[in-house]
């Protein structure tokens, strides 16, 4: 095995140095580009920021150790990224339809303790995550819920209800939101469908189909109140 191959490929001991400069000039680079797109935070980040962001980061990772690669054509093609998305930026203030059409829109997920046909609809839509935002915003159920908006950037903003007025919803803690049941009920208790969220009161015994969306896959539900 060539050791010297191994460790720089076809290049030679010089050009490390020149990797150092490169990457010092395209961090400058970068960290200017994202001081000129604003202070966010990568929560805070729509689509189309994440965009811009990992297209900077391509740009200035080939000008760091790709020899072909000019310093100059690295640097103007980081400027154009800037350019195109303060271009962009102007124009998302300007147009409700264009906003709409580069960085999507809220998504009512829940009202009232139940899931929104936006949800039910929609068989692409992973909760794991989602239920995440929202165990980390003290909800327990469901039916603790009066909104839930899963936003543009990916947070969860969530409308809880008042204490008296909590209902049954169902369950989303970890040890309770993978059991499933879809042929028995095994004891007398709350069951909530897990596709929109109605909950109701069974009898150990046959599964049901749900009276609002009409499948037949349950989990546990809840009535407990905020503590």
Same mark, same amino acid.
């Given at each position: 095995m060539d050791i010297k191959e191994f460790l720089l490929g076809a290049e030679d001991w010089p050009f490390m140095l020149e990797i150092v400069l490169r990457c010092f000039i395209s961090?400058?680079?970068?960290?200017?580009?994202?001081?000129?797109?604003?202070?966010?935070?990568?929560?805070?980040?729509t689509v189309f920021e994440l965009v811009i962001i990992l297209t900077l980061g391509s740009a200035a990772g080939d000008m760091? $150790?790709?020899?072909?690669?000019?310093? #100059?054509?690295?640097?103007?093609?980081?400027?154009?990224?800037? %350019?195109? /998305?303060?271009?962009?930026?102007?124009?998302?203030?300007?147009?409700?339809?264009?906003?709409?059409?580069?960085?999507?829109?809220?998504v009512l997920i829940i009202e009232n303790g139940?899931?929104?046909?936006?949800?039910?609809?929609?068989?692409?839509?992973? $909760?794991?995550?989602?239920?995440?935002? #929202?165990?980390?915003?003290?909800?327990?159920?469901?039916?603790? %819920?009066? /909104?839930a908006i899963l936003e543009v950037n990916g947070d969860v903003s969530v409308f809880k209800v008042p204490n008296e007025k909590v209902k049954p919803g169902l369950h989303i803690l970890p040890d309770k939101v993978k059991t499933f049941y879809t042929e028995r009920f095994p004891a007398d208790g709350l069951y909530a469908c897990t596709y929109c969220g109605t909950t109701v009161y069974q009898m150990a015994g046959e599964i049901k189909r749900c009276s609002n969306c009409g499948t037949s896959k349950w989990s546990e539900g809840s009535d407990s109140q905020w503590v």
């Open positions: 961090f400058v680079v970068v960290l200017i580009a994202l001081r000129l797109t604003g202070k966010k935070g990568v929560g805070q980040l760091g $150790f790709y020899k072909d690669v000019g310093v #100059l054509s690295a640097v103007l093609t980081i400027v154009s990224i800037i %350019i195109f /998305y303060k271009l962009i930026t102007y124009l998302l203030l300007k147009s409700d339809k264009f906003e709409r059409l580069v960085e999507g829109k809220p139940l899931y929104t046909d936006a949800v039910v609809q929609n068989e692409n839509i992973s $909760f794991d995550e989602f239920f995440m935002e #929202l165990r980390l915003a003290g909800i327990e159920h469901l039916g603790q %819920i009066k /909104y």
